[in-house]
């Protein structure tokens, strides 16, 4: 039987982070994770996802905001460029709630954030025509961070630190019912003082005991390459999205333009999901693309499956376990969840190494639907 401090299981995004910051403190962590690292079989494949610091909850403005500093570390410690900030547009239909209500929280904290006309858009970014009547909203404190670099550069600055890295070693059985928790893998077992479990879409499988109440969902994306690709690049085009449809996209970063739809797709399970690509999405993916950008000549590229593990609310769950304080749990972070992920890695570090933390997380306990109930 090995023995560590801490361990981590499941080392995705938010897996990888929490051995950064557990590393970056000087605590010794081991972290364990049943695929090879980088693998695209869970959430956090590819090469985009969205940072944004609009959101209609002050709670998620600030937390994107705190996160920002920690991912500039990572950026620096890094031989690519991970974050790039793009600014984001958001726009609607005229009387779009959603649109309003990120509006009104911004200016309610007092965030800068514009409201450029369709006109004025189409100034700053040709590529982009949006209908005379679109109400729109801008903050540049938004763009992209290549996910699957992030991920294996938390991990690579993990290991230098002195972090171990056990691969392709699945979890069978967590037994927290002592102080110390147990883990049974495919290697063996391990003890250890304390356990963070951040298993992303395997969270109803790994944390059963806990009945949270996660729907997981199957995601697609897809990219599309533009007949003269430079007016799409990163700086020439924002991260956009469309409040009515729930689509959005990203620019031409990676091998293409990319888009997807925000909107829960099928429910389904992270060993059985069903990963052929749905050409109806993809259809009106693209034509949603040709309309707001029309005359890119967009060709299609690729797509890919991923899956999003959803709370009811859509609030994520990080914190202690209820029945052991040495086991603390990261999950459903229902399909907004990687720009918080260095921020989230830090904050289970400060839980493990700490037992508190100085970030407001009362609100994602584990043990909130308990109470609801
Ligand atoms: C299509 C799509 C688009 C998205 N877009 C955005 C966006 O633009 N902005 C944004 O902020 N968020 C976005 N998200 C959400 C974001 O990517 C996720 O919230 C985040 O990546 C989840 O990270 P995670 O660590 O919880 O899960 P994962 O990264 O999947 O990590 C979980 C890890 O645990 C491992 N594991 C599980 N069980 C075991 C076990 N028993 N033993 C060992 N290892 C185990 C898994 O193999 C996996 O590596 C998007 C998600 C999808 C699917």
Same mark, same amino acid.
């Given at each position: 039987?090995?023995?560590?401090?801490? @361990?981590?299981?499941?080392?995705?995004?938010?897996?990888?982070?929490? #051995?950064?910051?557990?590393?970056?403190?000087?605590?010794?962590?081991?972290?364990?994770?049943?695929?090879?690292?980088?693998?695209?079989?869970?959430?956090?494949?590819?090469?985009?996802? $969205?940072?944004?610091? $609009?959101?209609?909850?002050? @709670? !998620?403005?600030?937390?994107?905001?705190?996160?920002?500093? #920690?991912?500039?570390?990572?950026?620096?410690?890094?031989?690519?460029?991970?974050?790039?900030?793009?600014?984001?547009?958001?726009?609607?239909?005229? =009387?779009?709630?959603?649109?309003?209500?990120?509006?009104?929280?911004?200016?309610? #904290?007092?965030?800068?954030?514009?409201?450029?006309?369709?006109?004025?858009?189409?100034?700053? !970014?040709?590529?982009?025509?949006?209908?005379?009547?679109?109400? %729109?909203?801008?903050?540049?404190?938004?763009?992209? @961070?290549?996910? =699957?670099?992030?991920?294996?550069?938390?991990?690579?600055?993990?290991?230098?630190?002195?972090?171990?890295?056990?691969?392709?070693?699945?979890?069978?059985?967590?037994?927290?019912?002592?102080?110390?928790?147990?883990?049974?893998?495919?290697?063996?077992?391990?003890?250890?003082?304390?356990?963070?479990?951040?298993?992303?879409?395997?969270?109803?499988?790994?944390?059963? &005991? @806990?009945?949270?109440?996660?729907?997981?969902?199957?995601?697609?994306?897809?990219?599309?390459?533009?007949?003269?690709?430079?007016?799409?690049?990163?700086?020439?085009?924002?991260?956009?999205?469309?409040?009515?449809?729930?689509? !959005?996209?990203?620019?031409?970063?990676?091998?293409?333009?990319?888009?997807? &739809?925000?909107?829960? =797709?099928?429910?389904?399970?992270?060993?059985?999901?069903?990963?052929?690509?749905?050409?109806?999405?993809?259809?009106?993916?693209?034509?949603?693309?040709?309309?707001?950008?029309? =005359?890119?000549?967009?060709?299609?590229?690729?797509?890919?499956?991923?899956? !999003? %593990?959803? %709370?009811?609310?859509?609030?994520?769950?990080?914190?202690?376990?209820?029945?052991?304080?040495?086991?603390?749990?990261?999950?459903?972070?229902?399909?907004?969840?990687?720009?918080?992920?260095? #921020?989230?890695?830090?904050?289970?570090?400060?839980?493990?190494? &700490?037992? %508190?933390?100085?970030?407001?997380? &009362?609100?994602?306990?584990?043990?909130?639907?308990?109470?609801?109930?």
């Amino acid at each position: 039987m090995r023995h560590a401090k801490i @361990l981590v299981v499941g080392l995705g995004a938010m897996g990888s982070a929490a #051995l950064y910051h557990l590393a970056r403190r000087g605590v010794p962590a081991g972290g364990i994770e049943q695929f090879q690292i980088g693998h695209a079989l869970g959430s956090s494949h590819g090469f985009s996802r $969205i940072f944004r610091n $609009i959101y209609p909850h002050p @709670l !998620y403005v600030e937390l994107a905001e705190a996160a920002i500093p #920690l991912w500039q570390e990572l950026d620096s410690l890094a031989a690519e460029k991970l974050m790039q900030f793009t600014g984001l547009l958001y726009f609607a239909r005229p =009387g779009n709630r959603d649109i309003e209500r990120s509006i009104e929280a911004m200016e309610a #904290l007092r965030r800068p954030i514009e409201r450029p006309t369709p006109r004025e858009v189409a100034d700053r !970014y040709p590529a982009l025509r949006l209908p005379q009547d679109t109400v %729109t909203c801008f903050t540049d404190q938004a763009g992209l @961070l290549n996910v =699957g670099r992030c991920i294996l550069e938390h991990l690579k600055q993990a290991q230098r630190r002195g972090a171990t890295i056990h691969e392709q070693v699945r979890v069978h059985r967590v037994d927290i019912s002592k102080d110390t928790p147990l883990l049974e893998t495919s290697a063996g077992r391990f003890r250890c003082d304390r356990l963070i479990i951040s298993p992303g879409p395997w969270a109803p499988e790994l944390l059963e &005991d @806990l009945a949270l109440p996660l729907r997981v969902t199957r995601q697609q994306e897809f990219y599309f390459r533009p007949k003269h690709r430079a007016p799409y690049k990163p700086g020439r085009l924002p991260v956009f999205g469309d409040m009515d449809t729930k689509y !959005y996209g990203f620019p031409d970063y990676g091998p293409g333009v990319k888009t997807a &739809d925000d909107s829960l =797709g099928i429910e389904t399970s992270p060993d059985q999901v069903d990963r052929q690509l749905e050409p109806g999405k993809r259809d009106d993916l693209q034509e949603w693309l040709e309309t707001i950008m029309p =005359g890119a000549g967009f060709s299609y590229v690729k797509g890919a499956t991923c899956m !999003y %593990t959803n %709370t009811p609310d859509r609030d994520f769950v990080i914190g202690a376990h209820p029945s052991n304080p040495n086991v603390l749990v990261a999950a459903g972070f229902s399909g907004h969840g990687f720009k918080f992920s260095t #921020l989230v890695g830090k904050i289970l570090a400060d839980l493990a190494a &700490d037992g %508190t933390t100085d970030f407001p997380v &009362d609100r994602f306990r584990p043990d909130r639907f308990e109470k609801a109930a």
